[in-house]
């Protein structure tokens, strides 16, 4: 029996693989086009996509654990509808579920509201089930990279109450521990959620002084402008997802992400090492 991995080969799914591979568990990938992307020998690779009732359960045989990751998309939630009831098809009790934080809070943001009811689905269904709920990724921040740089301007809109930004590595390492201890247990263990953060809570004033000081030159905060975010991003995606980028940048200024107490330590204690903060990928993007 082996673990399926879908959305293997995006920031989080690729690092999951990696990790699994490195501790030797059985690994197979779903990805549409296997001959662009390069995997270990020993990962097997299923081609399809999870709207692709043939490919998904062919390539749910023989899989005892699943990883679901499916990306904010018009259709996400009925990717995770169709997958989740496919793997119960299979006989599959074991899911690693990549949701989001405050998923059942955030309810009227369109991508928060879609995990949460993949969520109840996992729960009404008896699957055993970790649902990992990480804060925003640092790594979106390698998309204004370059703002910061040749502007002198950080434009997130992240707020001045707190946002405990994680690094996609730690979220695909605490999921790759998750896979392994529920694929290896004897029975399928219960449902359990972890909220995954970051080791500090961010304000866009602060994330501002991380740049400068890293740079040895002032960057500026944007500022607070949900509206601002949403037409700069309409001018390179499509108008609902500019739209629900502002409903989610209007809860971080408005609500923060702040993480519950201990938080920090479980996740350290989880992964025997300190997280990686946005401090240390400033320092290697200006490096």
């Known amino acids: 029996m082996t673990i399926l991995v879908t959305g293997a080969t995006g920031r989080v799914g690729r690092h999951v693989v990696e990790q699994l591979v490195q501790r030797g568990a059985p690994v197979r ?3 549409r086009d296997p001959s662009k992307v390069a995997f270990p020998p020993e990962v097997d690779v299923a081609k399809g996509d999870l709207l692709d009732l043939d490919a998904m359960r062919s390539a749910l045989q023989g899989v005892s654990t699943l990883f679901l990751l499916n990306a904010v998309t018009g259709d996400e939630f009925t990717q995770a509808i169709v997958t989740l009831n496919l793997a119960r098809e299979a006989g599959i009790e074991r899911v690693v579920y990549l949701s989001v934080i405050q998923a059942d809070r955030f309810v009227n943001v369109p991508h928060f509201a879609v ?5 109840r689905m996992l729960e009404q269904m008896g699957f055993g089930a970790t649902i990992l709920r990480p804060t925003y990724f640092i790594d979106n921040d390698l998309t204004i990279k370059d703002v910061v740089l040749q502007h002198g301007v950080y434009p997130m809109p992240i707020g001045s109450k707190g946002v405990a930004m ?5 979220i695909a390492e605490v999921a790759a521990l998750e896979l392994i201890r529920r694929h290896e247990a004897p029975t399928a263990l219960p449902l359990e959620i972890i909220d995954v953060v970051g080791p500090d809570t961010l304000t866009g004033e602060g994330i501002a002084a991380i740049w400068s000081d890293a740079l040895g030159r002032p960057v500026a905060y944007g500022g607070d402008d949900p509206s601002g975010f949403e037409q700069n991003l309409g001018t390179f995606m499509p108008a609902w997802m500019a739209y629900e980028m502002r409903l989610m940048v209007e ?4 609500d923060g992400t702040i993480p519950e107490e201990g938080d920090v330590e479980r996740l350290t204690a989880m992964l025997g090492r300190p997280l990686h903060s946005y401090r240390g990928f400033v320092s290697e993007i200006v490096a």
């Open 166 to 170: 994680v690094d996609a590595r730690d």
């Open 115 to 119: 995990k949460y009811g993949a969520e």
């Open 251 to 254: 809860r971080y200024v408005g």
């Open 29 to 31: 990938v779903l990805t």
